[in-house]
């Protein structure tokens, strides 16, 4: 399929300074290049706010008609989220398809979810983008209805999308609550198992698949381009001790997400409620690192994860140009490309647990293998030593405060 010409338009507002509107227009053009278009132009206004009707001057729109005919445009983006006042008098005025940030993001999501429930949250979340935005939309969509058993005589076209809309919006719900239930179900049985939670977070395109991949030895997506993983995926992971813990990817985070996408893809991101650990992967080589950061911090808080064990992972050292300052702590600077800095990482992982674990003895009769084999694996072991004259183990290591080894 031909590639669509792209032209992105911008408002830099007086808040906003010029590495930030950089920083923001080349992740507009990465987003761009993932959903297969080929960005021909940007162009920028400054303004103390976005026109109300047209988001931009009128100036500034006759030199996008310009360059919509030289450059043979077929789709404008724009950099904010729009009315639906701007977008109908945008396409009004320039006769080409517009779109915004957010339904662009949209389009990517509804392109890269595999799994059913994926694909719902997404459909849930266009919908409810949508469904404001109706009003406006055209003559077309406000033609006298007619048809018995659909709509009432005289009804609107917009009033019946509005119901099937709003109906499609509750079946949606409805089935996203049994998929959520199965999960938290899945997550209790191992919650009651005792298994250790370790979950992935970070911006988007940070490497987290890679990580996880590499980690696992498994073949979940993953792509240089934004957003290639959406659905969770959990895989068991053994570290040098014998410890085992299932560890999660998850779906990238990123700045002015459409507010749409962040509720429904709530559900998703439990799996982060559930860790015991966090692994914020942050690309090191990016400019605009620190904000990477901050944005994924705040959502943690905004999901009340804030408090869990958090370990910074510095991804794509290999690839640092210069001297590195890490921003947060505990942290790690590593490749996940390379054998010896996943053995490191796996290393820090076991110190970092033990830090906020409890120290425990236990003598455990050589005949009692099930309660040895589930030690090795939900606890890390400082020290075992066999006593053949009492033919006992005796078992010294950390365990999380709530393990039953602390009640038995």
Known sequence: MAKENVLIIAIQKNLVDDEQIKYSLEELISLTNTAKGDVKQTMLQKRDHPHPALYMGKGKLEEIQEVIESDDIDLVIANDELTATQMRNLQKYLEVRIIDRSQLILDIFAQRAH???????????????????????????????????????GETKLESDRRHINRRINEIKRQLDTVVNQRDQYRKRRKRNKVTQIAIVGYTNAGKSTLFNRLTQSESLEEDQLFATLDPMSRQIKFPSGFQAIITDTVGFMQDLPTALIAAFRSTLEEVKEADLIYHVVDSTHPDKEQHQQTVLQLLKE???????????????????????????PSLKMSAFDQSDRVQLLKETERLLIDNWEFYQKVVQASDGKLLQSLRQQTIIHDEVFDPDDEVYVVQGYAPNQHPIFFN
């Open 115 to 153: 799994t059913k429930e994926g694909k719902l949250q997404v459909e849930l979340a266009q919908y409810q983008y949508m469904l404001p935005r109706l009003h406006g939309q055209g003559q077309h969509l406000s033609r006298l209805g007619g048809g018995i058993g659909t709509r009432g005589p």
């Open 303 to 329: 999901l009340e994860v804030d408090h869990l064990p958090i370990l910074t992972i510095y991804n794509k050292s290999d690839k640092l140009q210069s001297d590195f300052i890490p921003l947060s702590q």
